[in-house]
Nanobody, 127 residues
Framework: QVRLMESGGGSVQAGASLRLTCSAN??????MAWFRQASGQEREGVAW????????QYADSVKGRFVISRDGDPNSTHLQMNNLDSEDTALYYC??????????????????????WGQGTQVTVSS
């Protein structure tokens, strides 16, 4: 059983940065991802990473500001969030367990493809 735990959330001013970490116990899948859900809105994908090739994908809303990465610890995935805006306020979830798609080995962006989820970490950005 894979268990995920997010950390690093907090309350910051617009323009600030935060670094979220997802710690995984029980194994690492081909694809790791970060999703977020703002109050009253649907969950949306933010960033995805192929843990084998380190290929990354980003939602248009965060491209150029957020970076998903994995460091020397194979059980950790990070989300560096720069130049935060009030629109980034949400509960951020780490997800795992998906397999890549197609011959290009891209990670699926749909939340339904990820069977393992953390409890979420709150990010609040005030303007």
């Amino acid at each position: 059983q894979v268990r995920l735990m997010e950390s690093g959330g907090g309350s910051v001013q617009a323009g600030a940065s935060l670094r979220l970490t997802c710690s995984a116990n029980g194994g690492t899948a081909e694809c790791m991802a970060w999703f977020r859900q703002a109050s009253g809105q649907e969950r949306e994908g933010v960033a995805w990473i192929n843990t084998v090739t380190q290929t990354t994908q980003y939602a248009d809303s965060v491209k150029g500001r957020f970076v998903i990465s994995r460091d020397g610890d194979p059980n950790s995935t990070h989300l560096q969030m720069n130049n935060l805006d009030s629109e980034d306020t949400a509960l951020y979830y780490c997800a795992s367990g998906a397999e890549t798609l197609g011959v290009e080995f891209v990670c699926p962006q749909s939340a339904t493809m990820y069977p393992y989820w953390g409890q979420g970490t709150q990010v609040t950005v005030s303007s």
